[in-house]
């Protein structure tokens, strides 16, 4: 069968042999249609690449053209940018519209965001949640929501797309510590948030399993921005027994890095989680933890067009994988 332009239900009747109206019972998930037919309209949604047009079935319902949330930390963060423009992407292949706002990194005014959202009828969410308690969602009957990158602290029965982080976390540690390197310090954000947790505990596991007694000394917590993360790597740097090597837990710490670097004459390895622009034109280049962005918010948007059932009971989680991108920074051996 040969179609021109996007498969429409009608389109999947036909392949599928049956009327149009069970094809909608099937899409919609209404009850009445026995397993054998709704196999086979599967079957034929599968072949043709047929997608719900989610904005055309509410206006159907008699409900407003969709609408999605984005609810993020910082938008002037490159990943935060590149997520808005992939949720964006993802969210226009069911035609919906995408309103986002950045909290700042705080949580009053993510609360606020949430509440002025859901206040305009913007009742399906996609969140990226601060470290602060998220309990007060569960009072919000008919909203929708999604995390992104980090489990929310008080909801643990939320639906959560994350990166494998401490897996992450892992393997920049193992690629340091393959070169020689025995005192790796970690450049890290709020360890309240789970993701930068995860990579913690992946660098944590990396040394232990390598033998090696972690120094607390060597360790650096709650670094928000570049110029903090440059002045705590040169004071770590400025010890008796410096690093030879760093593992920066996010790309603002990785900047920060290089940032210290450009005026000293020490030359660590440094490995950095999150990938950035010009991250290659650096000489050497930036050793970084990658993951596809796209794969994130198009596994959030679907998580949140197509909800659990209650009778679910367990929070749907959606783990992206990570890979380390080789480039020079991390291969530099111990002075």
Do not use: C
């Not at 990943?79 to 423009?85: D, G, H, I, N, T």
């Not at 998220?134 to 643990?156: K, N």
Request: hydrophobic residues 45%; without cysteine; proline residues 5%.
């Amino acid at each position: 069968m040969t179609l021109r332009g996007k498969p429409t239900m009608a389109d999947v009747a036909r392949h599928a042999g049956v009327s149009l109206k069970t094809v909608s019972r099937v899409v919609n998930q209404e009850p009445h249609v026995s397993a054998a037919l709704q196999r086979r309209v599967q079957e034929s949604i599968g072949a043709l690449g047929f997608r719900r047009n989610e904005a055309a079935s509410r206006l159907a319902r008699g409900a407003s053209m969709l609408t999605l949330g984005l609810v993020m930390e910082n938008i002037s963060n490159e990943f935060y940018s590149r997520l808005a423009k992939s949720v964006e992407a993802a969210a226009a292949e069911h035609e919906a519209l995408v309103v986002f706002g950045s909290y700042e990194e705080r949580a009053e005014r993510e609360r606020m965001l949430i509440e002025s959202m859901y206040a305009r009828g913007v009742d399906s969410l996609i969140i990226v949640p601060s470290g602060a308690d998220h309990s007060w969602l569960a009072e919000y009957g008919g909203l929708t929501s999604v995390f992104v990158d980090r489990v929310p602290p008080g909801l643990d029965g939320a639906d959560v797309v994350m990166l494998d982080d401490a897996h992450g976390g892992r393997v920049a540690t193992e690629h340091l510590l393959a070169r020689g390197h025995r005192r790796v310090a970690l450049i890290s954000d709020d360890e309240r948030l789970s993701s930068v947790h995860d990579r913690a505990l992946g660098y944590r596991a990396a040394l232990r399993d390598a033998g090696l007694t972690l120094d607390e000394s060597l360790v650096v917590r709650e670094v928000f921005d570049p110029w903090r993360a440059a002045h705590e790597v040169g004071r770590l740097l400025d010890l008796p027994d410096p690093p030879t090597a760093f593992f920066a837990t996010n790309n603002r710490a990785a900047i920060g890095i290089l940032q210290a670097l450009r005026d000293r004459p020490e030359r660590p390895a440094y490995v950095g989680f999150d990938d950035f622009a010009l991250a290659d034109v650096f000489n050497p280049g930036v050793t970084v933890v990658r993951y596809d962005t796209s794969r994130l918010a198009t596994s959030a948007v679907d998580l949140l067009l197509h909800p659990a059932s209650p009778e679910a009971g367990t929070p749907r989680r959606v783990r992206v994988p990570v890979e380390l991108v080789v480039r020079g920074s991390g291969e530099i051996p111990p002075a």
